[in-house]
């Protein structure tokens, strides 16, 4: 009963958020100060203009123009808009002005806590956990100047999404729209400004820069990063020492050791005082390893150097976390909690088409961007609300591509942000849920290897749930 009752508390939080977040009133004024609606006479009202480019395509992420018009009308028959006119008003800069502040405000309201912190006894010491991603979609070639690629041979123009996630709050924390040639290492300081004391960033070696590690030590937040190859490593901070060639130094000094945990300083320049943990994986994973790395570098008219192919013997990682905190056995463990980016962006690109982005003026491009990405943290904002009742009521983990599809399928999405049906959804939710959890498998996921502390090693090994060693 109190599973129940808190549900339904947590359902009247968010029907309040939508309510306001879409409020006609509010939208209205804000299409106003954005410069999207000029003059009294517009027949394009706010609102309409929202879920056009929000549920409203959603099904159909290749739609024309005459397309949105048709849907428009399906909206609000008083619209009589011809494509040619609404081409007109989606390519002026109101329009993608005043998306990029709709999604702003969604961002915003989806990060007021609703749902308790993820809890579990490795992660509890932190106060906000950061993982940090980045996902492209390639554009018509007709935009490079606008959003430039990154070349090769992929198009010559596409966009990059940068995400920011924050575990605890199971929140979408930042999105950034840029070009693809946009780098992420560029971005790499940003977030710093923004931490506090406590918290974790966990980040893949694109956003690796030691610069920025370090603002991080010093603002009393932790890291958790993969070791850059090239990075240079020092056994201590003194200038007169020689960098480690570390695979060669591994193999030598520890060569019966699993786990391996140095203290270290990291960079020529930095001399980043760190824990290294290196894991010798099974040899099955070296092959595949090498089996890629030699086609990559193929592909590319390199050969790899014997270093480089001992490199990849080992995984490693930095922080500055304590041993106190983490033992280094876990730490890879931790490390998985990135590929939960990695899935947001598999299910973005699978379920909700993000990377189809259809026309050769910019100013469309980003508002059909802010739009799906509207859709992406409002399906956020539900999924806290579903995945914490599956756990509290079923005990299960919810599977979120079964929950988008089910959000999609009869348009409810669609209807509970144009008809407000929120108590009906809610009802439904918990009539279909156990259907939307994940099935018991043999492998464990990454919620259950956190929870239970399994060592980073012993996760390779296939084992049910009942044999699993913490």
Avoid at 89 to 94: E, F
Avoid at 250 to 265: M, R
Avoid at 390 to 416: D, G, M, Y
Avoid at 461 to 467: C, F, G, N, P, Y
């Amino acid at each position: 009963m109190k599973i129940t009752q808190k549900l339904k508390e947590l359902g009247c939080r968010l029907a309040s958020k939508l309510q306001g977040l879409f409020d006609p009133v509010s939208l209205e004024e804000l299409a106003r100060e954005k410069g999207f609606i000029q003059r009294s006479s517009s027949q394009v009202t706010g609102v309409d203009f929202v879920k056009l480019l929000t549920t409203e395509i959603l099904a159909e992420p290749r739609v024309s123009y005459e397309g949105l018009c048709d849907r428009l009308q399906q909206l609000n028959p008083a619209v009589t808009i011809t494509p040619q006119a609404l081409a007109q008003r989606m390519t002026g800069a109101g329009a993608e002005n005043y998306l990029r502040a709709v999604l702003q405000r969604t961002l915003n309201a989806n990060l007021q806590a609703s749902v308790e912190a993820l809890d579990s006894q490795l992660l509890a010491p932190f106060g906000r956990i950061f993982l940090q991603d980045s996902t492209q979609a390639q554009l018509h070639e007709r935009l490079a100047d606008a959003f430039k690629g990154s070349g090769g041979s992929a198009s010559q123009a596409s966009v990059k999404i940068d995400l920011t996630y924050e575990v605890k709050g199971q929140a979408i924390y930042r999105l950034e729209v840029g070009a693809g040639a946009t780098s992420d290492q560029s971005r790499a300081e940003e977030l710093v400004e923004t931490l506090q004391a406590t918290d974790l960033v966990i980040r893949d070696l694109g956003y690796f820069k030691l610069t920025a590690l370090a603002k991080m030590a010093a603002k009393g937040a932790f890291f958790l990063s993969r070791l850059l190859p090239a990075a240079g490593v020092y056994r201590s901070e003194r200038a007169e020492e020689e960098a480690l060639v570390l695979a060669r130094y591994l193999n030598q000094q520890y060569a019966d050791q699993a786990v391996i945990e140095l203290g270290v300083a990291v960079g020529q320049a930095e001399r980043l005082p760190c824990r290294l943990i290196a894991y010798r994986l099974p040899s099955a994973v070296v092959n595949e390893r090498r089996r890629r790395a030699r086609a990559n570098a193929a592909k590319k008219g390199r050969t790899l150097t014997q270093e480089a192919l001992a490199w990849l013997e080992f995984a490693c990682f930095i922080t500055n976390v304590p041993a106190t905190i983490w033992s280094a056995p876990v730490i890879g463990t931790l490390y998985r909690l990135r590929w939960q980016v990695e899935l947001t962006f598999k299910n973005w690109k699978s379920l909700l088409a993000i990377h189809v982005l259809k026309g050769t003026r910019p100013e469309r491009i980003r508002c059909l961007l802010y739009g799906r990405l509207i859709v992406i943290v409002l399906l956020g904002m539900l999924s806290r609300v579903a995945a914490w009742y599956a756990q509290a009521q079923h005990q299960c983990e919810l599977s979120v591509p079964k929950f988008l599809t089910w959000c999609q399928r009869h348009n409810r999405l669609a209807r509970l942000m144009v008809q407000g049906t929120f108590a009906q959804w809610l009802e439904q939710l918990t009539e279909a849920l156990p259907r939307l959890c994940k099935q018991k498998r043999r492998r464990l996921t990454t919620r259950q290897l956190i929870d239970n502390k399994i060592n980073y090693m012993d996760s390779f090994i296939d084992r049910t749930t009942s044999t699993q060693k913490a």
